[in-house]
């Protein structure tokens, strides 16, 4: 079963929150509130907050500057998952990943499905890498980013947890990209 390995440091990582919204303000953002709380809870350093428009291309923008930036390390954006004709977040991040990673939304599933039934099928929750950064994408209810965060993100994004995490794989996600 997965646990802290208490010998080991806790290395903070550099995470920009995304919330996908035509409606939403700073001021009024709930989900990206409950990350930007967690990630200050957890010990990891705020890289970036922005809030975007429904718009595929704008989304792909905004995730491609910031895994361009050596000062993001994860993006975790909020919004966009559902189903409607203006939920595009999902297209969005594959525009962009290099590979996904599949079990995520598995695993999201999973845990929704414990808190909200059936429901959970209708999220489409993914998550993949590009230019050595992760992304993760979450639906824009705050219930459903604690789900992930306090089930999910804060175990992988710990580099203590154990026996894997997605921080000690981290500099060799871009491997591919150096020279040999």
């Excluded at 903070?12 to 409606?23: E, F, K, W």
């Excluded at 995730?63 to 994860?74: N, T, Y």
């Excluded at 499905?113 to 994408?137: E, H, P």
């Amino acid at each position: 079963m997965s646990r802290i390995d208490e010998t080991k440091d806790f290395m903070p990582v550099r995470i920009a929150v995304l919330t996908v919204s035509d409606t939403r303000t700073l001021e009024d953002d709930k989900s990206g509130q409950v990350l930007v709380d967690r990630i200050a809870a957890a010990g990891h350093i705020l890289a970036d907050r922005k809030i975007v428009t429904d718009d595929r291309d704008r989304i792909a923008t905004r995730l491609s500057k910031w895994c361009a930036s050596h000062a993001v390390d994860v993006i975790i954006s909020t919004g966009g998952t559902g189903l409607t004709g203006r939920d595009v977040t999902v297209e969005a991040h594959r525009d962009v990943y290099e590979k996904e990673i599949d079990a995520f939304g598995t695993i999201f599933t999973i845990v929704s499905m414990q808190k909200i039934g059936t429901s959970a099928v209708q999220s489409r929750a993914t998550a993949g890498v590009a230019q050595g950064t992760y992304l993760f994408a979450l639906p824009g209810s705050p219930g459903a980013c604690k789900d992930a965060w306090d089930e999910i993100l804060c175990k992988q994004l710990d580099y203590r947890h154990r026996p894997c995490n997605f921080v000690e794989i981290m500099p060799r996600l871009d491997e591919h990209l150096r020279r040999k």
